[in-house]
């Protein structure tokens, strides 16, 4: 998970496991006002590294990890196929489907909504 320059004023890869700000998360280690692309494994620390020139850093970079971690040959994400708007419509809905069970974020968002209905059933009575 390297790029850009190999004489960079910043560290090349920032091992995420080794912060002594663990509640300050990636921001702890990063220098303040950098952007960074940071990959994480699950719920466990992952890597950063720290943009120092954007216009240096690759647009693909996020696909060249990902591809590289699921040992992707490139052909699968360096040149993909454009896809109309609707293509990309109707395959979120199926991904979104099929992880619905996984999906905690819909979890959260329909028990708060059920809070807030709830609340409101309390405010008619009262």
Same mark, same amino acid.
């Given at each position: 998970?390297?790029? /850009?320059?190999?004489?960079?004023? =910043? ?5 995420l496991? $080794? ?12 220098p ?20 120092? $020139? ?5 647009? &693909?970079?996020a ?11 490139? $052909?699968?994400?360096? &040149? ?10 109707? $395959?979120? /809905? ?10 905690? #974020?819909?979890? =959260?968002? #329909?028990?708060?909504?059920?809070? /807030? ?5 309390? /405010?008619?009575?009262?």
């Amino acid at each position: 998970m390297e790029s /850009e320059k190999e004489w960079s004023v =910043n560290k090349k890869l920032i091992d995420l496991s $080794k912060n002594p700000r663990q509640s300050q998360g990636v921001r702890g280690l990063v220098p303040k006002g950098f952007p960074y692309f940071a990959v994480y494994f699950g719920l466990q620390p992952g890597y950063a590294h720290v943009i120092e $020139k954007e216009k240096n850093f690759p647009a &693909n970079f996020a696909q060249e990890i990902i591809g590289g971690m699921l040992d992707l040959h490139y $052909k699968h994400w360096k &040149n993909p196929k454009k896809q109309s708007f609707n293509e990309i419509k109707i $395959k979120r /809905e199926q991904l979104r489907q099929k992880f619905s069970k996984y999906d905690w #974020t819909e979890k =959260n968002s #329909t028990s708060l909504l059920d809070n /807030e209905k709830e609340d409101e059933k309390e /405010e008619e009575k009262n």
